[in-house]
């Protein structure tokens, strides 16, 4: 039976709720900020002032991303890189967890203790780099995908989820004549969709947010990813200001040509976030439930 609430119970859900909106606003309020400044007229965003909608609504910095070839060509190489490299990873981590997760595996506590040494412990950039390069990865579109396959966090974490699953599932299976394979692609998987796509959110926003790879092991423009593009299209934005700033600072019917431009580094960076972030925010709120499902259960056992 359910006590009567107190005041002091009132005041504590009160302050808790304020707690709450005040972390709400401290996250949306900068993403509609950018969001204002990126569908704002940059010669009226440089006034200043612009704080939750634009005051002269414009598209051109989108207008001016997107009607570049090379963003839609190093958006294929990203989406390309984030489902390939998901639907390995899930792959080759599931095997080895659904390996690990049975006591009767010869070595298993060895394997264990083996895949936790690099959680602690790298080889460093430089190995990393020549590791690459002896591979053959160089330059190949496979370095976003295999180097990446296997995370030794995400082993753990569906290993507990797998540990956590009825051992009566896997025996009913082995007395119809199934073998291992044929358990975990057809009772395995099906069972473990919480836990699948909490380690599908973990690589994919990975990958989809990596830079370091496309800017180290990638030199070839058509194989370089979206955030490597983006961040040049600023870099080329930035210039352009630059340039103009000298010819307004030079003076002379030359500086007239800056005047008046609907974009500007700062509208076409937040627009560029935009770009970036956006696909990443359409999706999570449907796995959403899945994630916190499968860190909750993965979490609690082993």
Same mark, same amino acid.
């Given at each position: 039976?359910?006590?009567? =609430?107190?005041?002091?119970?009132? $005041?504590?859900?009160?302050?808790? &709720?304020?707690i709450?909106?005040?972390?709400?606003?401290?996250? &949306?309020?900068?993403?509609?900020?950018? %969001?204002?400044?990126?569908?704002?007229?940059a010669?009226?965003?440089?006034?200043g002032?612009?704080?939750?909608?634009?005051?002269?609504?414009?598209?051109?910095?989108y207008?001016?991303?997107?009607?570049?070839?090379?963003?839609? =060509?190093?958006?294929?190489?990203?989406?390309?890189?984030?489902?390939?490299?998901?639907l390995?990873? %899930?792959?080759?981590?599931?095997?080895?967890?659904?390996? %690990?997760?049975?006591?009767?595996?010869?070595?298993? /506590?060895?394997?264990?203790?083996f895949?936790?040494?690099?959680?602690?412990? +790298?080889g460093?950039?430089?190995?990393?780099?020549?590791?690459?390069?002896?591979?053959?990865?160089? #330059?190949?579109?496979?370095?976003?995908?295999?180097?990446?396959? $296997?995370?030794?966090?995400?082993?753990?974490?569906?290993?507990?989820?797998?540990?956590?699953l009825?051992?009566?599932?896997?025996?009913?299976? /082995?007395?119809?004549?199934? #073998?291992?394979?044929?358990?975990?692609? /057809?009772?395995?998987?099906?069972?473990?969709?919480?836990?699948?796509?909490?380690?599908?959110l973990?690589?994919?926003?990975?990958?989809?947010?990596?830079?370091?790879?496309?800017?180290?092991? $990638?030199?070839?423009?058509?194989?370089?990813?979206?955030?490597?593009?983006?961040?040049?299209?600023?870099?080329?934005? =930035?210039?352009?200001?630059?340039?103009?700033?000298?010819?307004?600072?030079? +003076?002379?019917?030359?500086?007239?040509?800056?005047?008046?431009?609907?974009?500007?580094? =700062?509208?076409?960076?937040?627009?560029?976030?935009?770009v970036?972030?956006?696909?990443?925010?359409?999706?999570?709120?449907?796995?959403?439930r899945y994630?916190?499902?499968?860190?909750?259960?993965?979490? $609690? /056992?082993?």
């Amino acid at each position: 039976m359910v006590g009567k =609430r107190t005041i002091s119970d009132h $005041i504590l859900d009160g302050v808790i &709720l304020l707690i709450m909106l005040l972390l709400i606003a401290s996250v &949306l309020y900068p993403l509609l900020n950018a %969001l204002a400044i990126s569908l704002n007229h940059a010669e009226d965003t440089a006034r200043g002032g612009i704080t939750l909608w634009p005051r002269v609504f414009a598209i051109e910095s989108y207008r001016s991303i997107f009607n570049n070839p090379i963003v839609w =060509r190093a958006y294929g190489v990203t989406i390309y890189r984030t489902v390939v490299g998901t639907l390995g990873a %899930l792959f080759a981590t599931g095997i080895i967890a659904f390996g %690990l997760a049975h006591s009767n595996l010869v070595g298993r /506590k060895f394997y264990a203790f083996f895949c936790l040494i690099p959680m602690y412990f +790298g080889g460093g950039m430089i190995p990393m780099f020549l590791w690459i390069r002896q591979l053959g990865l160089f #330059n190949n579109p496979l370095v976003f995908v295999v180097p990446f396959l $296997i995370g030794m966090f995400n082993i753990i974490l569906m290993r507990t989820f797998f540990q956590s699953l009825p051992d009566s599932l896997e025996e009913s299976a /082995k007395l119809d004549g199934a #073998n291992y394979l044929q358990i975990f692609f /057809k009772i395995i998987i099906p069972v473990s969709t919480p836990i699948f796509a909490t380690i599908a959110l973990f690589v994919g926003v990975g990958h989809w947010n990596d830079w370091f790879v496309g800017n180290v092991y $990638i030199t070839r423009a058509e194989w370089r990813p979206m955030q490597n593009i983006l961040l040049s299209v600023i870099n080329e934005a =930035r210039f352009a200001e630059q340039m103009a700033a000298l010819q307004a600072e030079f +003076g002379g019917a030359a500086a007239l040509g800056g005047r008046g431009r609907p974009t500007n580094v =700062r509208s076409i960076t937040m627009a560029t976030m935009f770009v970036t972030i956006a696909p990443v925010m359409v999706i999570y709120p449907f796995l959403q439930r899945y994630f916190i499902k499968g860190m909750m259960v993965g979490s $609690i /056992k082993g």
